[in-house]
Structures are given as C-alpha cells and as structure tokens.
C-alpha cells in the first residue's frame, strides 16, 4: 500500500515539474510587439514590499492595473487610495514612470501605444 502512493506521489511531481510555467499575455504582447522585456509584478523598492503589475525595468516604464473601479476595489477605497499615492510618489522620485490603466484596456491599442510612446519618448499633445 505504502508504495503505491509513492509511486502516485511520484507520478504526481514528474507531471507537475514538466508543465511549462504559464505565460502572461501581456509581458508576451510586450516583447513581439514592443520589442521589450516587461516583467509582471516587479518589486522596485529595496525595503517596502511594493511591485508594480507591469514593469519595463530597462526604461524605468511602470504599468499599473486599476481593477475595482465600478466594484468598489482595493484601489478606489481611501485606504487603497492612499496608499497607491504614496506608491506612485515615491516611484517617481525614484525615476520610475507611473501609467495607469483598467483591466478592461490592457490589451487595447492605446494601452500598448501608451507604452510604445513611453519607451520612445515620443509624445505629441
């Protein structure tokens, strides 16, 4: 008995480890499209335990999910509020640039032009 659930145990593992991890849609979006590598939850601070969603760490580029907008989430409470400014204060006085955007337009082409303008430092009112 004892060994069959060690050789299931051992099954178990050899099909988990030969999954390849998941990819996220948009850091993949990112690297054909854009031609950059995009890091999703990227911790920028050295002692808080801050992470942007998004991150092009080569041009200090941040991209920040705004979800619960209509929901009443995290971000639109004042606690989450508050807390997001001292996020984004303090990421750009570490040179970072901070955009924001809602689930709803990550993968839209003004997202993706936001970011394309970004890493170009090319804009045009």
Same mark, same amino acid.
């Given at each position: 008995m004892k060994a069959d659930k060690s050789i299931a145990k051992t099954k178990k593992s050899r099909q988990t480890?030969?999954?390849p991890p998941m990819r +996220?849609?948009?850091?993949?979006?990112? %690297?054909?499209? !854009?031609? $950059? *590598?995009c890091v999703k939850e990227f911790k920028f601070h050295p002692v808080r335990?801050?992470?942007? +969603?998004?991150?092009?760490p080569e041009? %200090?580029?941040? !991209?920040? $999910? *705004?979800?619960?907008?209509w929901t009443g989430g995290r971000h639109t409470s004042p606690k989450g509020f508050l807390g997001d400014i001292e996020k984004y204060n303090t990421a750009t006085l570490m040179?970072?640039?901070?955009?924001?955007?809602?689930p709803d337009d990550l993968y839209k082409k003004k997202t993706l032009?936001?970011?394309?303008?970004?890493?170009?430092?090319?804009?045009?009112p």
């Open positions: 480890a030969a999954k +996220d849609v948009f850091t993949v979006i990112c %690297k054909t499209d !854009l031609k $950059v *590598e335990k801050w992470r942007f +969603d998004y991150a092009v041009h %200090k580029i941040a !991209l920040e $999910v *705004e979800g619960g907008v040179g970072w640039r901070v955009f924001r955007t809602t032009d936001l970011m394309k303008s970004a890493i170009l430092n090319d804009f045009t």
